[in-house]
C-alpha cells in the first residue's frame, strides 16, 4: 500500500523508518527520491487529489515486478496541501544489486509521473488551479472519445 | 445502473445511469458538455482497473471511472 | 569534500542532514544512493582504505560536472571496518529537475565503482583479505607496465 | 628524488628513487618483483593527478602513487 500523509511528507522520519526496518535484511543497495515543492510561478503550494484504489493497484503492480528482482518497493505520497519547499513524494528501493536499484528508481518514477492516479493543482492566493499544462493523460487514454 | 464518477480536476458528482456497455456508456457522455471536453484526455477505469477497450460490457452495480491527466510528485 | 567515516556511517543522520540543509534551496528532486554490507561469503565486515587526496579531486570533478546543471551533490564513505548490515557509502543528489537527478545518480556511482581510489577488503576471522575478484583497474591503469 | 607511494592492497611502504621520468620510473620498478606483479592492474598519480602518459617528467620532491584496482561502496 503507499502510505498516503495528509499534507507535507515527514522526509527525514520517513527515510529513517524505511532504513531502519530493512538495513539488516540483507540489501546491498537502497535508493531514494523525494519530490520537492518547488517556488515559482508565485504558487505557496501544490496540492494533491489521490485516487486511492486504483493507486494502490498501479503501486502493487510495480511491487510484484521489483519482487521478481528480489528487491523491496515503498512510496508515500500527500493528499491535500503541500507548501512550497516541503514534499509531496518519496520513494525507496531496497535491492541485493546495485544495477536493479538504480534502474527500476529510474523508470518507477517516469512511470509514477506518468500512470500514478493523482492530480495536481497549484494553490496560488489561496485558490486550487489544476496543473493542466504539466499533466500528462494516462496510458489509454481517450476511449470514450472513440465512435462506435 | 451504472455508477460513473469523475475524478481530479473534473468536478462533477457521480451520475448514475442505463448502459450496457462502454461504447453506450461513451454516447451518453458525449452529450454532456461538461463531460465532453474531459473525453479525449481521460483514460477509463471499470471496477478499479483500467480498460482500453470500448467492447467492455458493463453490469448494474459496476463503477465506471473518468481519470483525466495526472501529474504526482 | 567526501565526509569521510571511521567505521560505518550514520544513514539516518546524514541523510536527515542533508535534507535539513537543501529542503528549502528550491530543488525540486532529491535521490540518494546508500550501500551497505551484504552477509555473505563468511565476511563479519568489509574494511576500506581510501586514498583521500585523489577521492576528494575525483569527487570535485563530479560536484562540478554537476553544478552545471543546477544541481548539488554530497557523498560519505567509511575507512577501516564496516560490519555486515552497516553501511559505507552514502551519496544524495538535488536538482530542479528530476532527470537530471535520476541520470547523473546512475553514472555518479557506476563511476564511483570504476574509479573512486578505495579498496575493499573482506574481514574474516579478523583477517583483511583485498577483494581482488571485485576490483576494478581503474581508468589508465598499466602505464607503468608498458615498455619504452 | 622522487617519492614513490604504493596505495591499498600493494601493502609496501614508499621509497625515494632517483628518475626523471615515468619511463625511467617503469624501468626501476619492474626490477622488484613485490611491485612489478602490480603494474600492469595500477594507475598512477603524480601529485595526486592521476597521468596517462609515460612521457611526464619527474622532478625532485614529486610524489607518484600506484593506485592497484579500486573497489569502493
Known amino acids: 500500500m503507499v502510505l498516503v500523509c495528509e499534507g507535507p511528507i515527514d522526509v527525514e522520519a520517513l527515510l529513517a523508518g524505511w532504513y531502519c526496518a530493512e538495513h539488516n535484511r540483507n540489501y546491498g543497495a537502497m535508493v531514494t527520491f523525494v519530490g520537492t515543492v518547488r517556488e515559482e510561478g508565485g504558487i505557496e503550494a501544490l496540492s494533491f487529489d489521490i485516487y486511492r484504489p486504483l493507486l494502490d493497484r498501479w503501486f502493487l503492480g510495480w511491487k510484484e515486478r521489483l519482487e521478481k528482482e528480489g528487491a523491496l518497493l515503498e512510496m508515500a505520497h500527500s493528499e491535500g496541501d503541500v507548501p512550497v519547499h516541503t514534499s509531496s513524494f518519496a520513494c525507496a528501493i531496497f535491492s541485493p544489486k546495485r544495477r536493479v536499484a538504480l534502474q527500476m528508481l529510474d523508470a518507477f518514477v517516469e512511470d509514477f509521473k506518468a500512470n500514478a492516479p493523482i492530480w495536481k493543482y497549484d494553490v496560488i492566493d489561496g485558490k486550487r488551479i489544476y496543473a493542466a499544462d504539466r499533466s500528462t493523460p494516462m496510458a489509454g487514454s481517450g476511449l470514450l472519445a472513440k465512435g462506435r | ?73
Open chain 2, 1 to 73: 445502473m451504472v455508477k460513473v464518477e469523475f475524478l481530479g480536476p473534473i468536478g462533477k458528482s457521480p451520475v448514475e445511469v442505463e448502459a450496457s456497455s462502454l461504447a453506450d456508456l461513451a454516447e451518453i457522455l458525449k452529450k454532456d458538455p461538461e463531460v465532453a471536453r474531459w473525453l479525449e484526455s481521460s483514460a477509463v477505469a471499470v471496477n478499479d482497473k483500467v480498460v482500453e477497450s470500448l467492447d467492455v460490457k458493463l453490469h448494474s452495480g459496476d463503477r465506471v471511472s473518468l481519470l483525466p491527466p495526472v501529474c504526482g510528485g
